[in-house]
């Protein structure tokens, strides 16, 4: 949160959404640092990065008031992801020789 405002807009962009996701997970001990990350947020000139703070605030936090969205926070924020296979789909071929490259 320290260099939130030096970081590069695509960075920018994930620690809104780690935000959000560490105050769904834990809102009693995160509540403070997403709001200070989503204030610092809210006044950045881009409109991507301008614009999430105000959907996420009342995304996540409206579980606070009648908690209407917090179900569909949890599922879109913290939704499980499939592990990425790390098996190259090349591992079978193999390369008989590198004549079909030019030499120089």
Do not use: R
């Amino acid at each position: 949160a320290k260099t939130f405002t030096a970081e590069q807009d695509t960075i920018k962009l994930q620690v809104i959404n780690l935000a959000a996701k560490l105050y769904l997970t834990n809102p009693k001990q995160n509540k403070l640092l997403t709001l200070y990350i989503l204030s610092l947020a809210k006044s950045h000139q881009n409109h991507d990065i301008c614009d999430l703070p105000h959907f996420t605030w009342h995304f996540i936090l409206s579980s606070e008031q009648d908690g209407a969205l917090s179900h569909h926070a949890n599922k879109l924020l913290l939704a499980p992801k499939a592990t990425p296979d790390l098996e190259s789909s090349f591992k079978d071929q193999t390369t008989s020789s590198q004549a079909h490259y030019p030499t120089y």
